[in-house]
C-alpha cells in the first residue's frame, strides 16, 4: 500500500491510483477518450486541432491518404508554431507569466517571461534576416544547453525558415556532414559549452566543420564560456554584437505557414552511415506534441516543468521547446551534467524551483541511483507531482526507486514510448492509468500501436514480435530530408500491406493489452538514451588509418543501457596495443563525438560474415555475452 496508489503485488505488480489522485486530473475520464478515439482517429485529432492551436486559415481536410505513405495532415491550413507558443500569449495575461528558467552549472539564473522571451526570439528573428535567411532556408544550430539555443530556434521558426540542430555533443565530422546534407547557409553556435566544469570548444568544432562545406556564408556566435575563439572576418560574427544593431529590433512578423511547410530537419542514426534528415512539419507537428503533453502530463497553470533533455534531441525539441510553450506553461531549462559538481544537484533545483514535473531518461536515474538515497533525502521534494521517463525501456529497479525515493509513492510515472520519427509520444500513460514497472502501458488517443509477426498477424498475449503503427499521427515525420525512397524504404516497406509504419522496436503486449518495449531491433544502438548507428562509428573506426575493417554492437551495460563493443580489423603491420586502442577511441571522439566512443575495443583477425560479405553481428553480440551462436548457416564457409 502506498500513499496515493494501491500496489497489487501479484504475479505483475500494478500500481492503480486512487480515486483522488483521479479526481486532481483534468481528464480524469481518459479511457473513455482513449475508446471514442480509437472508433474515429481522424475526428479526435480535428478536435485536438481546433482546441490547442490558432490557425490563420482553417485546413480544408484532417487527413489526406492520397500519396501513402506521405500523408498529410490539416491540409491548406495556415499556421505558424511560434505564433502559438509566443505571440498569442503576448496579447494575454500570460505575457508576464514565466515562460523559461534557466540555471547555468556555474549557477548563474536567468528567467524569461513569455513577453521578454518573444521579444529576444523577435531580435533574432531580425538578425536571420538580415544575414539573409529567407523562408524555406535551413539553419543549422549547434549549442550548448542555453537559453539561445530555443531561441534560435523559435527565430528561425518565426520568419519560416527550417532549423537543423545538431546537439552538442557530436563533433565535427557528424556536425560537418549535418550541415552539408541540410545545405545550410547560416551556422549558429556558441564560443564554447561548459560541461562538468570543462569546456567543449564548439566554435573551433564548428570552424573545422564548415572547412569542407563552402556552402556557409555566415556563423553567429554567442558569448557563453568567454574562451578564446577565431573569428573570421565576413563570416563569423558575436550574436551580442548584432543584438546591439538597429537591424535586430524587437519586433518581428510572424510568417503564416502552410500546415505541410517543413519546420525543422533533425538528424537521427540509422543503418547506414549517413545522417538521415527527419523531416518535421508545420501543422500536424504542433497539433500532436501539445495534445500530448497536455494529456499524459496533466500541465497546469501553476505548474513548473522540467524535461531534462537536451533540446539538440527530439525529446528537448516537442518537450523543452515547443509543447510548453504552446501551452502557455512555465520550463525550466539546466545547462550541466546530472551530478555535477555534487550527486544532488539535480535535488537541490527541483526544491530550490519548486519543479512539479520532472520527466528525464532511465540512464539519468539510474546514475542518481547509484549515488544513494542520503542525496535526495537532503532535500524537500513535495512540490513533484509527476515524474516521468523516455527514451529506453526502464528497469523495473530504477522504476521503484523514482517511484519510492523521488516520487515518494505519490507521483505516477510517465513512461513515454516514442521516437524522433513520431514528433511526439504515442505509447504512454496518463496520470490516471494504473502502472506497471517498465511498461509504457497504453497507446495514446488516436494512436493505433500493434505487435505484429513477420506476416502482419498480431502477435499473441506475451509474444515477441515488431512493433508498428497502424494509423497515420499527425506528429509523424514527413520524409527523410532529400530522400523520400529512404523514408519509404527504411519505415513503410516491411509489411505487406505496406500502410503500416514500422518503429524499428520489438515488443510484446500482455494480457491487459499493455505494451513491454524489448529494445531496437536493426543497427541502432540506445547508449545511455542517446541514439546511435553501428555504421556512423564504424566508418568513423575505418577512417583511421591503422583499420582495415569495423563491427560494432551493443552489449547490455548497467548504467548506460547498452555500451559500445567495438572489433576491428588492423592494417598488415599495425599492432593493436594500449595505445593504438587509446587513439581509436580519442579518433571516435574526435570524429562522432564523446557518445560514441566504445567502451571495448577488441582487436580481431576476421569478422564473421555471410556469403553476401554481411557482417553478422548477431554472432559477435553472442560471442561477448557467452550465448550460443543459434543459426550460423549463413556464415562464410
Ligand atoms: C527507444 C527518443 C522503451 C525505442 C524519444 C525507440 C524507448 C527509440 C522509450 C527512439 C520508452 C524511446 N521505453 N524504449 N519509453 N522511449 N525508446 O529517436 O527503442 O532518440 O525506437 O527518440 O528509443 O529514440 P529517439
Redesign the pocket.
Known amino acids: 500500500m502506498s500513499d496515493g496508489f494501491d500496489a497489487t503485488a501479484a504475479k505483475s505488480e500494478v500500481y492503480r491510483p486512487r480515486p483522488e489522485t483521479i479526481a486532481n486530473y483534468t481528464v480524469p475520464d481518459y479511457s473513455s477518450l482513449r475508446q471514442q478515439a480509437a472508433a474515429d482517429p481522424i475526428a479526435f485529432w480535428d478536435a485536438q486541432a481546433r482546441e490547442l492551436v490558432d490557425w490563420y486559415e482553417p485546413y480544408e481536410q484532417t487527413l489526406d491518404v492520397s500519396e501513402k505513405p506521405f500523408y498529410k495532415w490539416f491540409t491548406g491550413g495556415k499556421i505558424n508554431i511560434v505564433h502559438n507558443a509566443l505571440d498569442r500569449h503576448i496579447k494575454s495575461w500570460r505575457k508576464n507569466k514565466l515562460a523559461l528558467i534557466w540555471e547555468g552549472e556555474d549557477g548563474e539564473q536567468r528567467t524569461y517571461s513569455y513577453f521578454k522571451l518573444w521579444k529576444e526570439v523577435n531580435r533574432f528573428a531580425n538578425i536571420l534576416k538580415s544575414m539573409g535567411v529567407r523562408k524555406g532556408d535551413t539553419v543549422t544550430i549547434y549549442m550548448g544547453r542555453v537559453p539561445e539555443l530555443p531561441i534560435a530556434m523559435l527565430a528561425t521558426a518565426k520568419i519560416g525558415a527550417i532549423h537543423s540542430v545538431v546537439y552538442g555533443g557530436f563533433s565535427e565530422r557528424a556536425l560537418g556532414d549535418r550541415i552539408e546534407d541540410a545545405q545550410s547557409k547560416v551556422v549558429v553556435t556558441c564560443d564554447g559549452a561548459w560541461l562538468r566544469g570543462k569546456t567543449v570548444n564548439l566554435k573551433d568544432i564548428t570552424d573545422e566543420a564548415i572547412q569542407h562545406s563552402p556552402i556557409v556564408q555566415r556563423v553567429i556566435v554567442l558569448k557563453r564560456t568567454g574562451q578564446q575563439v577565431n573569428m573570421e572576418a565576413g563570416r563569423d560574427f558575436w550574436w551580442h554584437e548584432l543584438a546591439a544593431l538597429p537591424i535586430a529590433g524587437p519586433y518581428c512578423n510572424t510568417e503564416p505557414m502552410d500546415a505541410e511547410d517543413p519546420l525543422f530537419i533533425l538528424y537521427?542514426s540509422g543503418t547506414t552511415g549517413k545522417p538521415k534528415g527527419l523531416m518535421h512539419s508545420c501543422g500536424g507537428y504542433q497539433v500532436h506534441i501539445a495534445a500530448t503533453l497536455k494529456f499524459a502530463f496533466d500541465i497546469k497553470e501553476e505548474d513548473r516543468w522540467w524535461c531534462a533533455a537536451d533540446p539538440g534531441?527530439?525529446?528537448g525539441h516537442s518537450y523543452i521547446v515547443y509543447a510548453p510553450l504552446i501551452l502557455g506553461a512555465t520550463s525550466f531549462m539546466y545547462e550541466g551534467a546530472p551530478g555535477y559538481p555534487y550527486p544532488d544537484r539535480w535535488w537541490h533545483l527541483v526544491e530550490k524551483y519548486g519543479v512539479t514535473i520532472l520527466y528525464t531518461a532511465p540512464t539519468a536515474i539510474r546514475g542518481l541511483m547509484r549515488f544513494g538515497e542520503a542525496w535526495p533525502a537532503r532535500h524537500d521534494l513535495s512540490s513533484l507531482r509527476l515524474l516521468g521517463?523516455?527514451?529506453?525501456?526502464?528497469n523495473p529497479e530504477a522504476w521503484r526507486w523514482y517511484f519510492n525515493v523521488i516520487g515518494k509513492q505519490r507521483c505516477p510515472i510517465i513512461?513515454?514510448?516514442?521516437?524522433?520519427?513520431t514528433g511526439g509520444f504515442m505509447?504512454t500513460p496518463a496520470p490516471v492509468t494504473p502502472l506497471k514497472p517498465g511498461s509504457?502501458t497504453l497507446p495514446f488517443p488516436g494512436v493505433e500501436a500493434d505487435v505484429v509477426r513477420e506476416d502482419g498477424a498480431t502477435c499473441d498475449p506475451n509474444e515477441d514480435g515488431y512493433l508498428v503503427v497502424k494509423h497515420p499521427w499527425p506528429g509523424m515525420a514527413r520524409t527523410v530530408w532529400g530522400d523520400p525512397d529512404r523514408y519509404r524504404q527504411t519505415y513503410w516497406s516491411d509489411f505487406s500491406s505496406q500502410e503500416w509504419y514500422f518503429?524499428?522496436?520489438s515488443a510484446r503486449r500482455d494480457e491487459d493489452g499493455y505494451f513491454w518495449?524489448i529494445?531496437?531491433m536493426d543497427d541502432?544502438i540506445?547508449v545511455s538514451?542517446?541514439?546511435l548507428g553501428t555504421a556512423e562509428v564504424e566508418s568513423a573506426l575505418v577512417s583511421h588509418p591503422s583499420v582495415a575493417e569495423a563491427a560494432v554492437i551493443g552489449v547490455p551495460d548497467e548504467l548506460r543501457g547498452h555500451a559500445i563493443h567495438a572489433f576491428c580489423i588492423l592494417k598488415s603491420g599495425e599492432t593493436g596495443d594500449l595505445a593504438l586502442t587509446d587513439a581509436l577511441k580519442a579518433h571516435v571522439r574526435h570524429e562522432v563525438g564523446p557518445i560514441a566512443v566504445p567502451a571495448v575495443i577488441e582487436i580481431v583477425e576476421s569478422l564473421p560474415k555471410t556469403r553476401s560479405g554481411k557482417i553478422m553481428r548477431r554472432l559477435l553480440k553472442a560471442r561477448v555475452m557467452g550465448q550460443p551462436a543459434g543459426d550460423t548457416s549463413t556464415l562464410e564457409g
Open positions: 537521427t534531441w527530439i525529446t521517463t523516455v527514451g529506453e525501456p526502464i513512461d513515454t514510448w516514442w521516437q524522433t520519427e505509447i509504457a518503429t524499428g522496436d518495449i529494445g531496437r541502432v540506445k538514451g542517446y541514439r
